[in-house]
């Protein structure tokens, strides 16, 4: 599904694959990221978009474990959720685990302009869940000059509602300023 609840129906072959390795009882809420990448692990938009490479969805949050409710857990706890439920699963599966980086964002935010990714996702580590956009708690910091972005908002159009997304806040910071701090 979507962030606005719309299926993806195009990718509904890595769904099933997800939820075959799962293996849950009761509904399960993951957010992440579907992503192709390449042979070094690098995303690779382009894959995506033409469908030439096999998606894999790149999971960070936990918010529904067997019908329970995660979203008021604190972000650490949430993760410590979904690292445990991800142990679970094959090495060759098709959901990957994306770990969090703590207290050197500005460092990793150059490290991924310098590897020409699409950006990061700032959230409070102790934070809960928050789908009001005027109460969020995450920001997504954009690679100005992340060299696929020509083609994602075309994409996903036909898969998401005009309106900006609750919770979802775009700061975009070119990766010279945030050198240069």
Not at 66 to 86: F, M, N, P, V
Not at 99 to 115: E, K, M, S, Y
Not at 116 to 135: M, Q, S
Not at 142 to 168: A, C, M, T
């Amino acid at each position: 599904m979507s962030r606005n609840g719309h299926p993806f129906t195009s990718f509904a072959d890595l769904g099933d694959s997800i939820a075959a390795d799962l293996n849950v009882k009761g509904k399960t809420v993951i957010d992440g990221e579907i992503a192709c990448v390449d042979r070094r692990g690098r995303p690779q938009f382009k894959d995506l978009l033409f469908r030439r490479g096999t998606p894999c969805f790149f999971a960070f949050d936990l918010l529904l474990l067997s019908g329970e409710d995660c979203r008021t857990e604190r972000l650490i706890d949430r993760k410590q959720g979904l690292r445990r439920l991800l142990n679970l699963v094959p090495a060759s599966s098709r959901l990957k685990y994306v770990d969090h980086v703590d207290d050197a964002g500005t460092a990793l935010f150059q490290r991924v302009c310098q590897l020409d990714l699409e950006g990061i996702v700032a959230k409070h580590k102790f934070g809960p869940y928050v789908t009001e956009r005027e109460n969020s708690t995450w920001f997504k910091i954009l690679n100005r000059g992340y060299s696929q972005k020509q083609g994602r908002e075309e994409l996903f159009e036909r898969d998401r509602h005009k309106e900006p997304v609750p919770g979802w806040h775009s700061c975009v910071i070119a990766c010279a300023e945030s050198k240069a701090s």
